[in-house]
């Protein structure tokens, strides 16, 4: 028994579906990305408190290699805190098809229902609504690209920072 082919707009209406999935996963990866650039600052910032807590114990007699580190440390810190602050910045995005504006095109449709040309403009309504979809998907895309990469330069210069505080903490061990 041969399979039976899907009408053109099953298929459009699968991409429509899928660009919502799409969207959904995107808005995901959105708040995921967002919650890792706040615990990345909140890391840093305590990070900064203690390497303050240590600064203050320094011994006035401390060399300058010890001193240099903790700079270079809190310099590295505030770094990341910058990163993960601007990953956390309000980025405009394309909105994906809202109710008025389905509406908008469903209501063009409606009125030519009945007519021989509705199969037609049936695939024209979806695929006009799959690019309104890729433009927003795009968007979003993008933006949340922009954020990964800020993390990504947030994670790389704190574990630049641990690396530091580590070597501060071994030396301040040694000296004494």
Not at 100 to 124: A, C, H, M, Q, W
Not at 136 to 151: G, H, T, V
């Amino acid at each position: 028994m041969p399979q039976e082919i899907p009408a053109d707009h099953e298929i459009l209406a699968s991409v429509v579906s899928a660009c919502e999935f799409e969207y959904k996963d995107l808005v995901d990866s959105w708040r995921l990305l967002e919650t890792k650039a706040q615990a990345l600052s909140s890391v840093a910032g305590i990070f900064i408190a203690a390497a303050f807590a240590f600064a203050r114990d320094l011994a006035g007699g401390t060399g300058k290699p010890l001193k240099f580190v903790l700079i270079l440390a809190v310099g590295a810190l505030l770094l990341t805190i910058g990163y993960g602050v601007v990953a956390l910045f309000v980025r405009a995005v394309q909105s994906p098809l809202g109710g008025s504006g389905k509406l908008e095109l469903t209501d063009d449709l409606l009125i030519v229902r009945t007519s021989p040309e509705f199969p037609e403009r049936y695939r024209n309504f979806l695929r006009d609504q799959i690019r309104v979809w890729e433009r927003a998907l795009e968007s979003f895309r993008d933006a949340n690209f922009q954020k990964a990469r800020y993390l990504v330069a947030g994670q790389s210069t704190l574990l630049f920072a641990a690396f530091l505080v580590s070597i501060l903490v071994c030396l301040s061990i040694w000296s004494r």
